[in-house]
């Protein structure tokens, strides 16, 4: 009878603790779904405020030398309220994209914030840049690393430009354009040809100001527009600026 007593609370006891550690694996299971579902970092006030969010920050991180740097680390807050973070890392092309970023938004309807992005690499300076992101719509940044104790110091103008370029009668976009900065003729920079929607995407390093916009595409001549650069606030960063163009064709 006593053995039998004892063998019982034996199983009795063995059978509490794995009741217990199943309760203890299911509450670690159930933190780290949650802590996935979040990016791996603070979520906010409001649980709905990310849901379906399709804001994104993009660019490209640059040397002093203008040479694109990979496996630059960039965490992007909420400047006003910084317990959600999300992060990324720069590719060896030097890209990099910023997404799963509605957290950022304290609540369900608020529009836009003005959000922090960080920039860090071992051995370099971070650049911090605050820029307005609208939710659901995107920005570019384009950050410039100089080595740890020094500060980019370029006198020149950095800037990258995006658009189309479309027919000035029709209005649609042009396939085959090349657009091209000239400062007196000399080549400054060159996008690759424009798909049949007519985007671009031409990075322009230390130029000068006052240059030519230069858009040549098949069936006519090269059409030449003065344009002025303009200087970023701050010589960390650049952000991009947009300019659609059309031409006779």
């Known amino acids: 009878m006593t053995r039998h007593c004892t063998r019982k609370a034996r199983w009795c006891f063995f059978g509490l603790r794995y009741l217990l550690l199943l309760t203890a694996l299911a509450l670690v299971s159930s933190g780290a779904h949650a802590q996935n579902t979040s990016g791996g970092f603070l979520g906010t006030e409001d649980p709905e405020a990310g849901a379906g969010d399709n804001t994104r920050l993009m660019g490209t991180a640059f040397d002093l030398e203008g040479n694109p740097m990979s496996d630059v680390l960039i965490w992007v807050v909420n400047d006003d309220a910084g317990a959600f973070r999300v992060r990324s890392k720069s590719r060896k092309t030097g890209n990099y994209l910023v997404r799963g970023m509605g957290g950022l938004y304290p609540r369900i309807d608020q529009v836009g914030i003005v959000a922090r992005a960080s920039y860090e690499k071992e051995g370099y300076e971070t650049v911090e840049a605050r820029v307005p992101l609208n939710r659901n719509g995107f920005e570019r940044v384009y950050?410039?690393?100089?080595?740890?104790?020094?500060?980019?110091?370029?006198?020149?103008?950095?800037?990258?430009?995006?658009?189309?370029?479309?027919?000035?009668?029709?209005?649609?976009?042009?396939?085959?354009?090349?657009?091209?900065?000239?400062?007196?003729?000399?080549?400054?920079?060159?996008?690759?040809?424009?798909?049949?929607?007519?985007?671009?995407?031409?990075?322009?390093?230390?130029?000068?100001?006052?240059?030519?916009?230069?858009?040549?595409?098949?069936?006519?001549?090269?059409?030449?527009?003065?344009?002025?650069?303009?200087?970023?606030?701050?010589?960390?960063?650049?952000?991009?600026?947009?300019?659609?163009?059309?031409?006779?064709?």
């Open 143 to 249: 950050p410039i690393l100089a080595p740890a104790g020094q500060k980019p110091a370029l006198e020149g103008v950095c800037a990258v430009l995006v658009g189309t370029v479309s027919n000035r009668e029709s209005g649609k976009g042009i396939k085959g354009a090349v657009v091209e900065i000239r400062d007196g003729g000399e080549l400054i920079a060159t996008s690759e040809e424009t798909k049949k929607n007519g985007e671009f995407e031409i990075l322009i390093w230390d130029s000068a100001a006052e240059v030519d916009l230069v858009i040549s595409a098949p069936g006519g001549d090269p059409e030449i527009t003065p344009i002025t650069l303009e200087k970023a606030p701050q010589a960390e960063f650049f952000l991009a600026r947009t300019l659609n163009v059309s031409i006779v064709r």
